[in-house]
């Protein structure tokens, strides 16, 4: 839908949409004043990393609006002292992987693909290691057939 008339996604609120955003001017507005909020707080307390839990008890906010902010890319500034937990295992997760708040050995332990192998018996270590192989080869670009490097997304996602 291009421009026109469209209801807020927070407040339901009839308005023009005239730029690529879903919500109205006021609750634009709400959302950049509490963007702001969890910079602040995680600024002023001093710590290294602050999770989730604490910044929404902190502020009085829903964990899953924070979770929201980050999966839309809003707190990238701040998102290195932000401490996310994969949703399975409880594990922290590591800087590339907090928007999908997955894990990457959750990501291969509940991959369609990895169950198949199990079934038929087959080396699971050995598909965890070519995972980690083509982690390391999407940071650092890959090689297509033609040995021409390509940065970015792959094409085909079976590994």
Do not use: H, W
């Amino acid at each position: 839908m291009a421009d026109g008339l469209i209801n807020c996604k927070k407040c339901g609120t009839l308005f023009f949409k005239t730029s690529g955003r879903e919500v109205c001017e006021e609750c634009f507005k709400k959302e950049l004043d509490v963007i702001d909020n969890i910079r602040n707080f995680i600024n002023k307390s001093g710590k290294e990393k602050c999770s989730i839990e604490e910044i929404a008890s902190g502020l009085a906010l829903p964990p899953s609006e924070i979770e929201d902010l980050i999966t839309r890319g809003r707190l990238f500034a701040v998102l290195p002292k932000i401490s996310v937990k994969c949703r399975f295992c409880g594990i922290e997760l590591e800087d590339d992987e907090k928007s999908g708040f997955t894990c990457k050995k959750c990501v291969l332990r509940f991959s369609p693909k990895v169950n198949e192998l199990e079934k038929k018996g087959l080396n699971v270590k050995k598909y965890e290691e070519e995972a980690r192989t083509l982690t390391r080869r999407l940071r650092g670009g890959i090689n297509t057939v033609n040995n021409e490097s390509r940065y970015g997304f792959i094409q085909n996602y079976d590994l």
